[in-house]
């Protein structure tokens, strides 16, 4: 076993970044046309309910995270919970949510970059991201934390000029205000479909828990990262959307071009404004890069991070993934492992990758939700009322709505998903020698020197 550990620096601030550079503030705007126009013009309301919808399992994280603080995330909490063969199914599901989320980012940047430089071909810039990418994250955490925040700044800074340009520039009625919030029973089908897309807007702050050994004091600083940051994009989300149908309320122009809404948008307040649309767009353009740049990079590091906890049982070959090293303290051959896998965003198709990341994210939503009712409220745990009121009602609240989730997957969704998992199944097979040896795991005595250390 490595003696070689990772390096604690991570307070619940740069936990917090960590995680909102994953979701990528300004991703309101990737569906911002299709959720305005399936919620008819109600885009705020639908991420309320997103945000309600989110936290049950959100909390559900921060439970796990306390009681289990080690890198794995969901893989970690149900192995210990379930037990290895469901724990390892569904880190495997869990993987596919996270491998191909730096893969979704590369075509972005290809897509946006080529677009704007379209002398240089879109291979140039995925190739030259997934290097920076890499090279970042072999040299550590510290130094990822340190970009993180630089490029969540730039991010911040066009939200606030764009919320700022927003309410001093459009003329402001009881109406106009009240217009985006005021729903009829005919909008509630639409609020539901727009609210099940932007589940995915969320994802991240799953992605803190990979970070506990990387983390001060990780049994506190992790759960109130976890709301913190669930709270804070939500309310950047809600506040964004809120403002961008203030500056356009003619939602009705974006049916036939939902792909370019959140592009009129911008330039709308632009226009509006003394600085006019193209520049609007271009700072728009910069910020957005910048920002599918950082979540890359946060997640490559997250993604390591569980192919590290899955080395150290042994289920995955531990001369590659449980391998720290000696000076930058890092799980070096889990991130090579990584970068070599994502030059699949050379071939991808970009509509396929996204359908791949949201099924594996589910399963991990339900599962942890799941694991709070059984860790909790197992066999040989008091019951108070109080206790099941939080770890039997809230849980189950996040696990209905998880499965209400699954409907709102795609057929290729579905079918890409179900065969990663038939993968998944014949290597436990294997590892099993046909269900007839126990999987490897590590003891009780290291994963308490694990959590105390």
């Known amino acids: 076993m490595s003696a070689i550990k990772m390096k604690r620096v991570l307070t619940t601030p740069a936990l917090i970044a960590f995680g909102l550079a994953y979701m990528v503030p300004l991703g309101i705007f990737t569906t911002y046309g299709e959720v305005t126009v399936a919620s008819n013009g109600h885009l705020p309301i639908a991420y309320i309910i997103t945000l309600a919808m989110i936290f049950f399992t959100a909390l559900s994280y921060c439970r796990m995270a306390n009681k289990l603080p080690i890198a794995g995330s969901a893989y970690s909490y149900v192995q210990r919970t379930f037990g290895g063969k469901v724990g390892f199914l569904v880190g495997w599901a869990q993987i596919l949510d996270y491998l191909f989320l730096p893969i979704l980012n590369y075509l972005v940047l290809g897509i946006y970059l080529h677009d704007r430089f379209c002398f240089i071909p879109a291979y140039v810039f995925v190739l030259a991201s997934l290097l920076g990418v890499s090279v970042l994250n072999y040299l550590g955490i510290k130094l990822i934390n340190c970009v993180n925040i630089t490029l969540n700044l730039l991010q911040v800074v066009f939200i606030i000029l764009f919320i700022i340009l927003t309410v001093t520039n459009v003329h402001l009625t009881p109406e106009t205000m009240l217009k985006p919030l005021l729903v009829d029973t005919n909008d509630f089908s639409g609020l539901l479909s727009g609210a099940a897309i932007l589940c995915l807007a969320f994802l991240g702050f799953d992605a803190i828990a990979t970070l506990a050994e990387e983390s001060n004091d990780a049994q506190k600083s992790l759960p109130k990262a976890i709301i913190c940051t669930v709270l804070i994009a939500g309310c950047i989300f809600l506040v964004v959307s809120y403002c961008a149908h203030l500056a356009y309320p003619q939602w009705t122009d974006f049916v036939n071009n939902k792909d370019t809404a959140s592009l009129d948008v911008v330039r709308r307040v632009g226009d509006i404004s003394t600085l006019g649309g193209e520049f609007m767009y271009n700072f728009f353009q910069a910020a957005y890069i910048t920002g599918v740049f950082a979540s890359a990079m946060t997640a490559q590091t997250s993604v390591s991070r569980i192919f590290y906890a899955m080395g150290r049982e042994g289920v ?80 189950a609240i996040g696990v209905l709505l998880s499965l209400w989730l699954w409907t709102s997957l795609d057929a290729t969704a579905m079918i890409v998903g179900l065969v990663w998992l038939a993968i998944g199944f014949l290597y436990l097979l294997y590892l099993t020698r046909g269900f007839t040896r126990l999987l490897p795991s590590i003891d009780h005595k290291e994963l308490n020197s694990i959590i105390k250390d």
């Open 316 to 395: 995955l070959p531990k001369q590659i993934f449980y391998k720290i090293h000696p000076r930058f303290r890092t799980p070096y051959l889990s991130i090579i492992f990584v970068a070599c896998f994502s030059l699949l965003s050379l071939v991808l198709d970009l509509s396929l990758v996204v359908s791949m990341i949201s099924f594996g994210a589910l399963v991990a939503f339900t599962f942890v939700n799941l694991c709070v009712i059984k860790s909790y409220l197992g066999k040989g745990s008091s019951k108070t009322a109080s206790m099941l009121f939080k770890y039997g009602l809230l849980p």
